[in-house]
């Protein structure tokens, strides 16, 4: 089999990162070309960082996050109340191997979206499938799984993904079969998957905003353990680069 041949397989079997790697060291010399054993380790190598970038790519369009928010894009500073490490702590990914919620609280315009965006980017470039929901989409899905009788597929669904990023909470009023739904989504990922809540209102609020004591105990008690805090502050930053 020749070289083109060999190109042409490779692509054929979907092996696009080898097909790459292998087109670029045809174009090189004969004389800089890798022998054998560094030639399959570099192709290997070449396709496994190839499906990386493909399942990350795959992720983030499945994820449906808000903004094109990138941890770049995220502006730390003593008035935001974000520091630096803060942020690099969660982007390192640990609160989501060890299934821990990030509570996001600050006034509007302050970046909560963005930033709960941008780690969403990051987790789906971790290879962590993500799926991001404002309140309005949340109560719509669970209204329409309920009349269709796929209520508990829809929990089963959202159970598998490892972070759930839940936008805008507190903005609307929540009906009762969608406090109880939030609370079963809670205990589902309770110590198994993460969960992160941006919301305007601080987390002391949540109790009164959710106006049922035991749904509210039994909600904030897994919501806020081992939770991450992040109390953004300052003025609204809507128009200017976050």
């Known amino acids: 089999m020749n070289n083109e041949a060999t190109l042409q397989q490779l692509k054929e079997l979907k092996l696009r990162g080898m097909a790459a790697a292998y087109a670029g060291q045809l174009e090189l010399p004969v004389d800089r070309q890798l022998e054998a054993h560094e030639l399959m380790a570099h192709l290997t190598q070449s396709e496994a960082l190839n499906r990386k970038s493909e399942r990350a790519a795959t992720y983030l369009r499945m994820a449906g996050l808000r903004l094109p928010a990138q941890p770049e894009s995220v502006i730390c500073s003593q008035e935001r109340n974000l520091s630096k490490q803060q942020l690099a702590t969660l982007l390192e990914g640990t609160y989501i191997r060890q299934a821990q919620p990030v509570l996001i609280s600050g006034p509007a315009g302050a970046g909560k979206s963005h930033l709960a965006c941008a780690l969403g980017?990051?987790?789906?470039?971790?290879?962590?499938?993500?799926?991001?929901?404002?309140?309005?989409?949340?109560?719509?899905?669970?209204t329409m799984a309920k009349l269709e009788g796929t209520y508990l597929n829809l929990l089963a669904k959202m159970e598998r993904?490892?972070?759930?990023?839940?936008?805008?909470?507190?903005?609307?009023?929540?009906?009762?079969?969608?406090?109880?739904?939030?609370?079963?989504?809670?205990?589902?990922?309770?110590?198994?998957?993460?969960?992160?809540v941006a919301s305007q209102?601080?987390?002391?609020?949540?109790?009164?905003?959710?106006?049922?004591?035991?749904?509210?105990?039994?909600?904030?008690?897994?919501?806020?353990a081992n939770a991450h805090r992040i109390e953004l502050k300052g003025d609204s930053l809507r128009g200017k680069k976050l």
């Open 121 to 142: 980017y990051q987790a789906c470039s971790q290879g962590y499938k993500t799926l991001y929901m404002n309140m309005n989409k949340l109560i719509e899905k669970i």
């Open 161 to 196: 993904i490892p972070l759930i990023i839940l936008d805008d909470f507190g903005l609307q009023v929540m009906p009762t079969e969608v406090k109880l739904a939030l609370l079963q989504i809670m205990e589902d990922r309770y110590e198994r998957k993460s969960i992160i």
């Open 201 to 224: 209102m601080p987390v002391g609020s949540y109790h009164d905003y959710l106006n049922d004591p035991a749904v509210a105990d039994a909600f904030l008690d897994r919501l806020t």
